[in-house]
């Protein structure tokens, strides 16, 4: 008996292979993908904190100067969240009372049309209340400027409005 080799026309013809058509059309969806995040991305705005970014770089060494001189006077200066008076006390150094001028910036990090700058009043102790009852609760931060003698001083603290964590 001899082997018998089948004749060409009885050969069944080979099955459809899907993986070569898959790769192709992964790598065009792929492609496709990478595309279209990158137009999205272009389109994106990117914000810096404030429009005159390099201004306020420029400037921020007087803020440095600015915490330099406030800092000989650390154990004067505070703000603390009094929750059972719904009230924040501002306290700077008594020899300040008299002649200081400026401000207190009450900032709301999660939400700026919240924030509040009130004129800086102190009592002849260096003290000053800010009622707090109109104020949202959660993280707020109380920036204190002021000016004496042609000095400026700053400092700020964290405060948590409506508990008494802080």
Known sequence: MTPTTPSPASVPPPAWNPWPT???????????????????????RVDLVGTD????EIR????IDRLGRTREFARDVAAAYDAAQSVINI??????ASDATGIIHLYRP?????DRELKL????????????????????KARVQWNVNGREYFFDRTLIIGSGLF
């Open 53 to 56: 970014y390099y201004d306020q």
């Open 121 to 140: 009043a102190l009592d002849p102790q260096g003290r000053q209340r800010v009622d707090a009852r109109t104020l949202a609760p959660g993280l707020w």
């Open 110 to 114: 999660a939400d700026s049309r919240l």
């Open 60 to 63: 921020y060494q007087q803020q």
């Open 91 to 96: 306290s700077l150094p008594p020899a300040h």
């Open 22 to 44: 898959a790769l192709v059309a992964y790598f065009i969806f792929f492609i496709g993908c990478i595309i279209a995040y990158t137009a999205w991305a272009l389109r994106q």
